[in-house]
């Protein structure tokens, strides 16, 4: 039993753990303030400020742009291209487009591989630089003339604008089946030119005008017409031979066997004498349509005999007939070289060419 003023064993325990509780949890209050006024921030060189430095301002800032709203007046939020950039950066189906129009749909025309580059600001319409000559291959000019040509030689095979630029007899127009040679123009399927290559040709540039109307005249023809030169002095006669090609008494005039032509044009040169008639059996023996006659002399003329030998074998053939003059009068009386013209219904001229 208990004495008045004496604690139960309860009574004592917790009455002896108080003071010492208490003092314990202010001994932790006071370390905790302690250390709580002694950190510092995370930078050590600030002074203690919460977050190591001082505090900025920071705000947002609506800008209103055009462009950036939808079509309610909201914005999405998201730049819109300026033009500037939507020209430098185009879209998939601008891109697909463009390269769609860089890709040829034909093949280019010939115009076109040929023609010469022009250069910016070049005009597209001239004439010089959108038309193709119609020379094939190296050769005379257009008109057919050497340079410097004039006189009674003047009026020959010329160009004409309004045809495309083809040599033109007088500046006529051509039409099918047709050319021309030294003025006079027929139609036909074949032709045979029979021209003078003697030593006077060579006299006032004869041989020249006579190649370079020559080859004018084989370039008005077309691919489904025929063409042969006997080129004569004395016998025996030269037919013209191709290059290349299997010898034919007659050649269509493609383009290849136009160009082979002229090649063998320029190699021909004059000399020796004269003799007529062979050349005109010669060219007879072809049976063409029409046959083009150039010599430069009348002498030695074809005697009646011969004339009526020619004439017998001419059948439908029509003889042109073209004489170089040289100014001289000529007699009253009419020579042999038109009476050959005449009877085969053919035409004569004559040409004076100076020496």
């Not at 299997?246 to 000399?271: G, K």
């Not at 073209?322 to 070289?337: D, V």
Request: charge should be negative; glycine fraction near 10%.
């Amino acid at each position: 039993m208990e004495g008045p003023g004496e604690l139960s064993p309860e009574q004592w325990s917790w009455k002896s753990l108080l003071p010492s509780t208490t003092g314990s949890v202010l001994i932790h209050v006071l370390v905790f303030v302690a250390l709580s006024f002694s950190f510092r921030g995370c930078q050590k060189s600030a002074p203690g400020v919460s977050g190591g430095a001082e505090f900025r301002t920071v705000g947002l800032v609506v800008v209103e742009s055009e462009g950036l709203s939808d079509g309610d007046g909201s914005s999405d939020g998201l730049p819109m291209e300026s033009p500037e950039d939507a020209r430098e950066n185009p879209s998939e189906d601008e891109q697909s487009e463009t390269t769609a129009e860089s890709v040829p749909t034909a093949a280019p025309s010939l115009n076109e591989l040929v023609s010469p580059l022009r250069s910016p600001g070049t005009d597209t319409n001239d004439a010089t630089n959108s038309e193709l000559p119609s020379v094939i291959g190296a050769g005379s000019p257009l008109s057919g003339l050497p340079a410097g040509t004039s006189g009674a030689t003047s009026d020959l095979i010329r160009a004409n604008p309004a045809a495309g630029g083809a040599a033109q007899s007088g500046g006529a127009q051509k039409v099918p089946g047709q050319t021309t040679f030294m003025n006079i123009a027929d139609t036909g399927r074949s032709f045979v030119y029979v021209v003078d290559v003697s030593s006077s040709m060579t006299e006032g540039n004869r041989l020249q005008i006579a190649k370079s109307q020559l080859k004018a005249s084989l370039r008005l023809l077309q691919p489904n017409q025929f063409f042969q030169v006997v080129f004569y002095s004395e016998p025996p006669t030269t037919r013209l031979r191709l290059r290349g090609r299997a010898a034919q008494d007659m050649y269509p005039a493609t383009e290849v066997n136009l160009l082979l032509a002229e090649r063998e044009i320029d190699r021909v040169e004059a000399q020796n004498g004269t003799e007529h008639r062979s050349a005109l059996i010669d060219a007879l023996s072809l049976a063409p349509d029409v046959i083009y006659f150039l010599t430069d002399g009348r002498e030695p003329a074809l005697s009646p005999a011969e004339l009526s030998e020619v004439k017998r074998l001419t059948g439908k053939t029509t003889i042109h007939v073209i004489e170089f003059g040289n100014g001289a009068l000529s007699s009253r009386t009419t020579s042999w070289l038109e009476k050959l013209a005449r009877q085969s219904n053919g035409e004569y001229r004559e040409f004076v060419v100076r020496e």
